[in-house]
Nanobody, 129 residues
Framework: QVQLVESGGGSVQAGGSLRLSCSYS????????VAWFRQAAGREREGIAA????????HYAESVQGRFTISKGDAQNVVLLQMESLKSEDTAMYYC??????????????????????WGQGTQVTVSS
């Protein structure tokens, strides 16, 4: 069973920064993709950043392109989301998700929640203006 735990959420003023961390364990198999999703109150969950672990390739939604960076952490089985220039509209619950299937998926698919089998509980990010 794969477990994912997010951390690093909190409250910050607009223009500030936060770094989220996703720690995942895999008792069986290997994780090929890790993504961050977010869900604001009253809105659907959206994929914002994904990383292909084998080649360290990142993909972003337009809403965060240039402001957020997804990367592998120094520790094994950790993926980070560095968030800069935060805006009030970034306020949401942020979720980490992992995909255990090695099948190649395209950029847009990488931000589709249906492609991910394992999910964390989420961490809240609140940006005040």
């Amino acid at each position: 069973q794969v477990q994912l735990v997010e951390s690093g959420g909190g409250s910050v003023q607009a223009g500030g920064s936060l770094r989220l961390s996703c720690s995942y364990s895999a008792n069986i198999g290997r994780i090929w993709y890790v993504a961050w999703f977010r869900q604001a109150a009253g809105r659907e969950r959206e994929g914002i950043a994904a990383i292909t672990l084998s080649i360290n390739s990142a993909h972003y939604a337009e809403s965060v392109q240039g402001r957020f960076t997804i990367s592998k952490g120094d520790a094994q089985n950790v993926v980070l989301l560095q968030m800069e220039s935060l805006k009030s509209e970034d306020t949401a619950m942020y979720y980490c998700a992992a995909r255990g299937q090695p099948t190649y998926i395209t950029g847009s698919q990488k931000l589709n929640e249906k492609e991910y089998q394992y999910w964390g509980q989420g961490t809240q990010v609140t940006v005040s203006s």
